[in-house]
Protein backbone atom coordinates (compact mmCIF):
# COMPACT_ATOMS: atom_id res chain seq x y z
CA UNK A 1 0.00 0.00 0.00
CA UNK A 2 1.55 2.99 -1.08
CA UNK A 3 2.23 5.66 1.21
CA UNK A 4 -0.56 8.80 1.21
CA UNK A 5 1.19 12.40 0.58
CA UNK A 6 -0.73 14.37 2.87
CA UNK A 7 -0.99 17.99 0.71
CA UNK A 8 -3.42 18.93 3.15
CA UNK A 9 -0.94 19.07 6.10
CA UNK A 10 1.62 19.78 4.37
CA UNK A 11 -0.40 23.20 2.95
CA UNK A 12 -1.72 23.97 6.55
CA UNK A 13 2.29 23.91 7.20
CA UNK A 14 2.82 26.66 4.13
CA UNK A 15 0.16 28.99 5.49
CA UNK A 16 1.34 28.91 8.97
CA UNK A 17 5.31 30.17 7.88
CA UNK A 18 3.46 32.46 5.44
CA UNK A 19 0.98 33.96 8.27
CA UNK A 20 4.79 34.64 9.97
CA UNK A 21 6.32 36.37 7.17
CA UNK A 22 3.30 38.31 6.58
CA UNK A 23 3.08 39.63 10.33
CA UNK A 24 6.87 40.61 10.06
CA UNK A 25 6.28 42.49 6.93
CA UNK A 26 3.16 44.35 8.44
CA UNK A 27 5.82 45.47 11.43
CA UNK A 28 8.11 46.39 8.76
CA UNK A 29 6.11 47.79 5.74
CA UNK A 30 3.32 49.39 7.77
CA UNK A 31 0.66 47.81 6.07
CA UNK A 32 -0.92 44.79 5.33
CA UNK A 33 0.30 42.78 2.21
CA UNK A 34 -3.28 42.26 -0.14
CA UNK A 35 -4.66 40.01 -2.45
CA UNK A 36 -7.22 40.82 -4.96
CA UNK A 37 -9.89 38.40 -6.63
CA UNK A 38 -11.59 38.54 -8.96
CA UNK A 39 -14.97 36.50 -9.90
CA UNK A 40 -17.11 37.00 -13.36
CA UNK A 41 -20.42 35.01 -13.15
CA UNK A 42 -21.39 32.72 -10.50
CA UNK A 43 -19.95 29.50 -10.94
CA UNK A 44 -20.94 27.31 -8.11
CA UNK A 45 -17.82 26.02 -7.84
CA UNK A 46 -15.70 28.51 -8.60
CA UNK A 47 -17.49 30.63 -5.60
CA UNK A 48 -16.87 28.15 -3.02
CA UNK A 49 -12.64 28.69 -4.25
CA UNK A 50 -13.07 32.08 -3.98
CA UNK A 51 -14.68 32.68 -0.87
CA UNK A 52 -12.35 29.80 0.62
CA UNK A 53 -9.17 32.00 -1.03
CA UNK A 54 -10.43 34.78 0.86
CA UNK A 55 -11.06 32.89 4.44
CA UNK A 56 -7.64 31.59 4.22
CA UNK A 57 -5.60 35.36 2.90
CA UNK A 58 -7.19 36.80 6.22
CA UNK A 59 -6.16 33.69 8.13
CA UNK A 60 -2.95 34.38 7.05
CA UNK A 61 -2.75 38.17 8.12
CA UNK A 62 -2.67 39.35 4.54
CA UNK A 63 -6.32 42.01 3.20
CA UNK A 64 -8.13 40.07 0.99
CA UNK A 65 -10.26 42.57 -1.92
CA UNK A 66 -13.02 40.50 -3.47
CA UNK A 67 -14.60 41.80 -6.83
CA UNK A 68 -17.93 39.68 -7.86
CA UNK A 69 -18.97 40.33 -11.43
CA UNK A 70 -21.74 39.95 -13.26
CA UNK A 71 -21.73 36.85 -15.95
CA UNK A 72 -22.62 39.77 -18.19
CA UNK A 73 -19.87 42.09 -17.98
CA UNK A 74 -18.35 43.81 -20.63
CA UNK A 75 -14.84 42.93 -21.39
CA UNK A 76 -13.86 46.45 -21.09
CA UNK A 77 -14.91 46.65 -17.60
CA UNK A 78 -13.29 44.07 -16.22
CA UNK A 79 -9.94 45.34 -18.06
CA UNK A 80 -10.71 48.21 -16.52
CA UNK A 81 -10.74 46.81 -13.26
CA UNK A 82 -7.23 45.16 -13.77
CA UNK A 83 -5.74 47.84 -14.46
CA UNK A 84 -7.32 50.27 -11.67
CA UNK A 85 -5.86 46.91 -8.76
CA UNK A 86 -2.21 47.49 -11.19
CA UNK A 87 -1.74 50.96 -9.96
CA UNK A 88 -3.41 50.17 -6.20
CA UNK A 89 -0.70 50.06 -3.75
CA UNK A 90 -2.71 48.27 -1.44
CA UNK A 91 -3.02 44.82 -3.94
CA UNK A 92 0.49 43.37 -4.43
CA UNK A 93 -1.46 39.92 -5.88
CA UNK A 94 -4.18 40.12 -8.79
CA UNK A 95 -6.51 36.50 -9.80
CA UNK A 96 -8.60 36.81 -12.07
CA UNK A 97 -10.80 33.48 -11.51
CA UNK A 98 -11.12 31.04 -14.75
CA UNK A 99 -12.54 30.28 -16.83
CA UNK A 100 -14.22 33.31 -17.92
CA UNK A 101 -17.63 33.84 -19.88
CA UNK A 102 -17.30 32.88 -23.23
CA UNK A 103 -17.39 36.99 -23.82
CA UNK A 104 -13.99 37.58 -22.22
CA UNK A 105 -10.69 37.15 -23.90
CA UNK A 106 -8.84 35.49 -21.09
CA UNK A 107 -5.05 35.87 -22.93
CA UNK A 108 -6.56 39.73 -23.05
CA UNK A 109 -7.44 39.72 -19.57
CA UNK A 110 -4.07 37.91 -18.41
CA UNK A 111 -1.62 40.06 -20.50
CA UNK A 112 -3.73 42.98 -18.90
CA UNK A 113 -2.33 42.13 -15.60
CA UNK A 114 0.80 43.56 -14.55
CA UNK A 115 3.53 41.23 -14.38
CA UNK A 116 4.97 41.93 -10.93
CA UNK A 117 1.52 41.25 -9.58
CA UNK A 118 0.59 38.04 -11.23
CA UNK A 119 0.49 35.96 -8.38
CA UNK A 120 -0.96 32.84 -10.69
CA UNK A 121 1.59 33.03 -12.94
CA UNK A 122 -0.03 33.51 -15.98
CA UNK A 123 1.08 36.60 -17.71
CA UNK A 124 3.35 36.01 -20.80
CA UNK A 125 6.11 37.68 -19.14
CA UNK A 126 6.15 34.95 -15.92
CA UNK A 127 5.51 32.06 -18.63
CA UNK A 128 8.99 33.25 -20.08
CA UNK A 129 10.89 33.83 -17.17
CA UNK A 130 10.04 30.26 -15.93
CA UNK A 131 11.01 28.96 -19.44
CA UNK A 132 14.64 30.79 -18.97
CA UNK A 133 15.29 30.33 -15.28
CA UNK A 134 14.65 34.03 -14.14
CA UNK A 135 13.22 34.38 -11.09
CA UNK A 136 9.21 35.10 -11.65
CA UNK A 137 6.24 33.92 -10.32
CA UNK A 138 5.21 30.57 -11.37
CA UNK A 139 1.75 29.10 -11.36
CA UNK A 140 0.53 27.68 -7.95
CA UNK A 141 -0.94 24.23 -8.52
CA UNK A 142 2.63 22.94 -10.23
CA UNK A 143 4.53 25.04 -7.81
CA UNK A 144 2.37 23.09 -4.84
CA UNK A 145 2.99 20.10 -6.71
CA UNK A 146 6.55 20.17 -6.73
CA UNK A 147 6.75 21.21 -3.28
CA UNK A 148 4.76 17.59 -2.18
CA UNK A 149 7.45 15.79 -4.28
CA UNK A 150 10.72 16.76 -3.06
CA UNK A 151 9.57 16.97 0.37
CA UNK A 152 8.26 13.10 -0.80
CA UNK A 153 11.97 12.73 -2.70
CA UNK A 154 14.85 15.15 -1.66
CA UNK A 155 16.25 15.87 -4.72
CA UNK A 156 14.52 14.74 -8.09
CA UNK A 157 17.98 15.16 -10.14
CA UNK A 158 17.66 12.50 -12.87
CA UNK A 159 14.55 10.53 -11.91
CA UNK A 160 12.07 9.93 -15.23
CA UNK A 161 9.01 12.10 -15.07
CA UNK A 162 5.64 11.79 -17.11
CA UNK A 163 3.39 15.04 -17.37
CA UNK A 164 -0.04 13.84 -18.60
CA UNK A 165 -1.80 17.00 -19.53
CA UNK A 166 -0.12 19.90 -21.63
CA UNK A 167 -2.44 22.88 -20.40
CA UNK A 168 -1.07 26.47 -19.79
CA UNK A 169 -2.02 26.27 -16.30
CA UNK A 170 -0.69 22.77 -14.63
CA UNK A 171 0.76 20.56 -17.51
CA UNK A 172 3.40 22.63 -19.40
CA UNK A 173 4.55 24.93 -16.28
CA UNK A 174 4.68 21.39 -14.33
CA UNK A 175 6.92 20.39 -17.34
CA UNK A 176 9.25 23.55 -16.99
CA UNK A 177 9.51 22.83 -13.35
CA UNK A 178 10.52 19.18 -13.29
CA UNK A 179 13.45 20.45 -16.30
CA UNK A 180 14.91 22.68 -13.65
CA UNK A 181 15.28 20.17 -11.52
CA UNK A 182 17.03 17.79 -13.59
CA UNK A 183 14.34 15.06 -14.44
CA UNK A 184 14.14 13.41 -17.69
CA UNK A 185 10.48 14.89 -18.63
CA UNK A 186 7.58 13.38 -20.74
CA UNK A 187 4.65 15.29 -21.68
CA UNK A 188 1.78 13.03 -22.69
CA UNK A 189 -1.24 14.51 -23.43
CA UNK A 190 -5.19 13.39 -25.67
CA UNK A 191 -2.92 12.45 -28.76
CA UNK A 192 -0.14 10.57 -27.14
CA UNK A 193 -0.04 6.94 -28.54
CA UNK A 194 0.13 3.83 -25.63
CA UNK A 195 0.03 6.17 -22.88
CA UNK A 196 -0.41 3.03 -20.22
CA UNK A 197 3.57 1.98 -22.00
CA UNK A 198 4.47 5.78 -21.57
CA UNK A 199 3.40 5.70 -17.90
CA UNK A 200 4.74 2.85 -17.00
CA UNK A 201 8.63 4.46 -17.58
CA UNK A 202 8.11 7.35 -15.11
CA UNK A 203 8.99 7.06 -11.19
CA UNK A 204 7.25 10.55 -10.73
CA UNK A 205 3.64 10.47 -12.54
CA UNK A 206 1.76 14.18 -12.31
CA UNK A 207 -1.75 13.62 -14.09
CA UNK A 208 -3.66 16.47 -15.24
CA UNK A 209 -6.15 15.69 -17.65
CA UNK A 210 -9.64 15.97 -16.42
CA UNK A 211 -10.86 12.83 -16.83
CA UNK A 212 -12.08 10.95 -13.61
CA UNK A 213 -10.18 7.34 -12.27
CA UNK A 214 -8.13 7.58 -15.99
CA UNK A 215 -4.56 6.42 -14.96
CA UNK A 216 -5.44 2.66 -13.55
CA UNK A 217 -2.95 1.18 -10.69
CA UNK A 218 -1.55 -1.27 -14.04
CA UNK A 219 -0.40 1.76 -15.59
CA UNK A 220 2.03 2.61 -13.23
CA UNK A 221 6.11 1.52 -12.33
CA UNK A 222 5.63 0.00 -8.82
CA UNK A 223 7.01 2.12 -6.23
CA UNK A 224 6.36 5.49 -8.64
CA UNK A 225 5.26 8.60 -6.54
CA UNK A 226 1.64 9.88 -8.01
CA UNK A 227 0.56 13.32 -8.13
CA UNK A 228 -3.31 13.39 -8.66
CA UNK A 229 -4.20 17.41 -9.85
CA UNK A 230 -7.93 16.02 -11.11
CA UNK A 231 -10.88 17.31 -9.84
CA UNK A 232 -13.97 15.69 -11.18
CA UNK A 233 -17.26 15.37 -9.86
CA UNK A 234 -18.91 12.50 -10.48
CA UNK A 235 -22.21 10.42 -9.22
CA UNK A 236 -21.52 8.95 -5.71
CA UNK A 237 -23.07 5.46 -5.27
CA UNK A 238 -26.20 6.83 -3.06
CA UNK A 239 -29.10 8.43 -5.02
CA UNK A 240 -28.62 12.19 -6.17
CA UNK A 241 -25.21 12.69 -4.42
CA UNK A 242 -21.93 13.66 -5.98
CA UNK A 243 -18.31 13.13 -4.95
CA UNK A 244 -14.74 14.54 -5.83
CA UNK A 245 -12.51 12.48 -7.31
CA UNK A 246 -9.09 12.96 -9.53
CA UNK A 247 -7.67 11.82 -12.49
CA UNK A 248 -6.02 8.50 -10.97
CA UNK A 249 -7.76 5.89 -10.34
CA UNK A 250 -6.89 5.79 -6.41
CA UNK A 251 -7.95 2.22 -5.40
CA UNK A 252 -5.50 0.24 -7.70
CA UNK A 253 -2.81 2.74 -8.49
CA UNK A 254 -2.51 3.02 -4.43
CA UNK A 255 -1.82 -0.92 -4.53
CA UNK A 256 1.03 -0.46 -6.81
CA UNK A 257 2.49 3.39 -6.32
CA UNK A 258 5.27 4.31 -3.50
CA UNK A 259 3.33 7.45 -2.97
CA UNK A 260 0.08 8.99 -4.04
CA UNK A 261 -1.51 12.18 -3.75
CA UNK A 262 -5.28 11.84 -2.53
CA UNK A 263 -8.07 14.12 -3.69
CA UNK A 264 -9.37 15.82 -1.83
CA UNK A 265 -6.96 16.47 0.35
CA UNK A 266 -3.44 16.51 -1.71
CA UNK A 267 -2.78 19.19 -4.69
CA UNK A 268 -6.01 21.03 -3.91
CA UNK A 269 -5.11 22.75 -1.00
CA UNK A 270 -1.73 23.43 -2.23
CA UNK A 271 -2.73 25.31 -4.89
CA UNK A 272 -4.24 28.19 -2.39
CA UNK A 273 -1.55 27.91 0.00
CA UNK A 274 0.98 28.84 -2.69
CA UNK A 275 -0.72 31.40 -4.22
CA UNK A 276 -0.50 33.25 -0.55
CA UNK A 277 3.09 32.10 -0.49
CA UNK A 278 3.19 34.20 -4.19
CA UNK A 279 0.96 36.80 -2.44
CA UNK A 280 3.69 37.54 0.49
CA UNK A 281 6.48 37.04 -1.86
CA UNK A 282 5.11 40.22 -4.43
CA UNK A 283 4.37 42.42 -1.52
CA UNK A 284 8.25 42.05 -0.44
CA UNK A 285 9.43 42.83 -3.92
CA UNK A 286 6.92 45.54 -4.01
CA UNK A 287 8.04 47.49 -0.55
CA UNK A 288 12.08 46.64 -1.86
CA UNK A 289 12.22 44.76 1.38
CA UNK A 290 14.63 41.50 1.62
CA UNK A 291 12.90 37.89 1.54
CA UNK A 292 14.67 34.38 2.21
CA UNK A 293 12.48 32.68 0.64
CA UNK A 294 13.97 29.28 1.49
CA UNK A 295 11.65 30.12 4.87
CA UNK A 296 8.20 29.80 2.62
N1 LIG B 1 -6.23 20.98 -7.70
C1 LIG B 1 -6.10 22.15 -8.30
O1 LIG B 1 -5.72 23.12 -7.71
C2 LIG B 1 -6.41 22.26 -9.75
C3 LIG B 1 -7.02 21.22 -10.38
N2 LIG B 1 -7.27 21.25 -11.71
C4 LIG B 1 -7.85 20.04 -12.33
O2 LIG B 1 -6.87 19.40 -13.09
C5 LIG B 1 -7.44 18.82 -14.25
C6 LIG B 1 -6.75 19.37 -15.49
O3 LIG B 1 -6.94 20.77 -15.54
P1 LIG B 1 -6.39 21.64 -16.77
O4 LIG B 1 -4.95 21.39 -16.96
O5 LIG B 1 -6.88 23.00 -16.59
O6 LIG B 1 -7.22 20.93 -17.97
P2 LIG B 1 -7.32 21.24 -19.52
O7 LIG B 1 -8.65 20.74 -19.93
O8 LIG B 1 -6.92 22.63 -19.83
O9 LIG B 1 -6.20 20.28 -20.15
C7 LIG B 1 -6.34 18.89 -20.10
C8 LIG B 1 -5.15 18.21 -20.73
O10 LIG B 1 -5.34 16.80 -20.63
C9 LIG B 1 -5.18 16.20 -21.90
N3 LIG B 1 -6.09 15.06 -22.02
C10 LIG B 1 -7.45 15.08 -22.08
N4 LIG B 1 -7.93 13.84 -22.21
C11 LIG B 1 -6.86 13.00 -22.25
C12 LIG B 1 -6.72 11.61 -22.42
N5 LIG B 1 -7.78 10.79 -22.54
N6 LIG B 1 -5.47 11.11 -22.41
C13 LIG B 1 -4.40 11.90 -22.29
N7 LIG B 1 -4.47 13.24 -22.13
C14 LIG B 1 -5.70 13.78 -22.12
C15 LIG B 1 -5.50 17.27 -22.92
O11 LIG B 1 -4.84 16.96 -24.12
P3 LIG B 1 -4.90 17.89 -25.44
O12 LIG B 1 -4.01 19.06 -25.15
O13 LIG B 1 -4.38 17.02 -26.51
O14 LIG B 1 -6.33 18.29 -25.60
C16 LIG B 1 -4.96 18.52 -22.22
O15 LIG B 1 -3.60 18.71 -22.51
C17 LIG B 1 -8.94 19.12 -14.15
O16 LIG B 1 -9.57 18.03 -13.50
C18 LIG B 1 -9.00 20.35 -13.26
O17 LIG B 1 -10.22 20.44 -12.57
C19 LIG B 1 -6.87 22.31 -12.47
C20 LIG B 1 -6.28 23.39 -11.90
C21 LIG B 1 -6.04 23.48 -10.48
N1 LIG C 1 -6.97 32.24 -11.96
C1 LIG C 1 -7.17 31.02 -11.44
N2 LIG C 1 -6.26 30.51 -10.59
C2 LIG C 1 -6.45 29.28 -10.02
O1 LIG C 1 -5.60 28.81 -9.25
C3 LIG C 1 -7.65 28.56 -10.32
C4 LIG C 1 -8.57 29.16 -11.20
N3 LIG C 1 -8.30 30.37 -11.76
N4 LIG C 1 -9.70 28.50 -11.53
C5 LIG C 1 -10.06 27.22 -10.94
C6 LIG C 1 -8.84 26.43 -10.55
C7 LIG C 1 -9.11 25.33 -9.55
N5 LIG C 1 -8.42 25.71 -8.35
C8 LIG C 1 -8.50 25.03 -7.13
C9 LIG C 1 -8.20 25.61 -5.92
C10 LIG C 1 -8.37 24.94 -4.72
C11 LIG C 1 -8.85 23.67 -4.69
C12 LIG C 1 -9.06 22.99 -3.38
O2 LIG C 1 -8.88 23.58 -2.33
N6 LIG C 1 -9.50 21.71 -3.35
C13 LIG C 1 -9.75 20.99 -2.12
C14 LIG C 1 -11.23 20.87 -1.78
C15 LIG C 1 -12.16 20.87 -2.94
C16 LIG C 1 -13.65 20.64 -2.60
O3 LIG C 1 -13.97 19.96 -1.61
O4 LIG C 1 -14.48 21.14 -3.38
C17 LIG C 1 -9.11 19.59 -2.20
O5 LIG C 1 -8.75 19.16 -3.31
O6 LIG C 1 -8.94 18.99 -1.16
C18 LIG C 1 -9.12 23.05 -5.89
C19 LIG C 1 -8.94 23.72 -7.09
C20 LIG C 1 -7.78 26.88 -8.54
N7 LIG C 1 -7.93 27.33 -9.79
MG1 LIG D 1 -8.49 24.73 -18.10
Redesign the pocket.
Known sequence: MADIIDGKAFAEGLRARVATVAADFEAQAGRKAGLAVVLVGEDPASQVYVRSKGKQTVACGMASFEYRLPVETPEAELLALVEKLNCDPAVDGILVQLPLPSHINEQKVIATINPDKDVDGFHVVNVGRLATGLPGFVPC?PLGCLMLLKDKLGSLSGFEAVV????N???KPMAQMLIAESCTVTV?????KD?PAVVRRADIVVV????AE?VKGDWLKPGATVID????RIPAAEDGKTKLVG?VDFASASEVAGAITPVPGG??PM?IAVLLRNTIVSAHRAAGLELDESVL
Open positions: TVGRSIVGAHSRTLAVGRMVGMNDVGT
